[in-house]
């Protein structure tokens, strides 16, 4: 089992930018597909963004041209870069492991950060 550690959530004024990152716990974290998930208030869990173990990315047209999805294996870290964040943008952003970059079937959850868009 791969453990998630998120951090990089917090109050972001709408136009801002934040960066995610999510600390798996195993050094096999190489051969895996990551992804980025995130749960608006009411709403269902909805994917962001995927990255296959080779660096091939997905996205979600609502965050394509402003969420960038990056990872460096030597540091076993997938990184989120948000610009541009809008309102609707706030919600609990959860990394995952995940079965392909398309992000389909997740084996294993963070724990979720927080992130907020208001002026």
């Known amino acids: 089992q791969v453990q998630l550690v998120e951090s990089g959530g917090g109050l972001v004024q709408p136009g801002g930018s934040l960066r995610l990152s999510c600390a798996a716990s195993r050094n096999i974290f190489s051969i895996y597909a990551m992804g980025w998930y995130r749960q608006p208030p009411g709403k269902q869990r909805e994917l962001v963004a995927g990255?296959?173990?080779?660096?091939?990315?997905n996205y979600a047209d609502s965050v394509k041209g402003r969420f960038t999805i990056s990872r460096d294996n030597g540091k076993s870290t997938v990184y989120l870069q948000m610009n541009s964040l809008k309102p609707d943008d706030t919600a609990v952003y959860y990394c995952?492991?995940?079965?392909?970059?398309?992000?389909?079937?997740?084996?294993?959850w963070g724990q979720g950060t927080q992130v907020t868009v208001s002026s």
């Open positions: 995952a492991v995940c079965s392909t970059y398309l992000c389909s079937f997740v084996r294993s």
């Open positions: 990255i296959s173990s080779g660096g091939a990315t």
